[in-house]
């Protein structure tokens, strides 16, 4: 299994910066892409940025050249480096990971718990 614990999130003024944390620990073989999502009361989750093993980067329109995501594959790590960040950005994150937890099986989505960011004067 794998498990991830999120990290950062809070309370921050329009204009503020935040940056968010994910860490996988557990029994897995390899993690492909890692990512965080966001959502909202009332709307589906979405998407926010995703990383690859390669590195490739994948960001949401809304948050383009405001948000970096990064990755440490020494630590297992997902990092979101939110900036010039918006009230419409307030939203439960949540990070996602792709993982095998064995060679030879095909790779499963993991979840955190979710962490609250809000973006209010």
């Known amino acids: 299994q794998v498990r991830l614990v999120e990290s950062g999130g809070g309370l921050v003024q329009p204009g503020g910066s935040l940056r968010l944390s994910c860490a996988a620990s557990?029994?897995?073989?390899?993690?492909?892409?890692m990512g965080w999502y966001r959502q909202v009361p009332g709307k589906q989750r979405e998407l926010v940025a995703a990383?690859?093993?390669?590195?490739?980067?994948n960001y949401a329109d809304s948050v383009k050249g405001r948000f970096t995501i990064s990755r440490d594959n020494a630590k297992n790590t997902v990092y979101l480096q939110m900036n010039s960040l918006k009230p419409e950005d307030t939203a439960v994150y949540y990070c996602?990971?792709?993982?095998?937890?064995?060679?030879?099986?095909?790779?499963?989505?993991?979840w955190g718990q979710g962490t609250q960011v809000t973006v209010s004067s």
């Open positions: 996602n990971v792709r993982a095998r937890t064995r060679s030879y099986t095909p790779p499963s989505d993991y």
């Open positions: 557990g029994s897995f073989f390899s993690i492909t892409t």
């Open positions: 990383i690859t093993t390669g590195v490739n980067t």
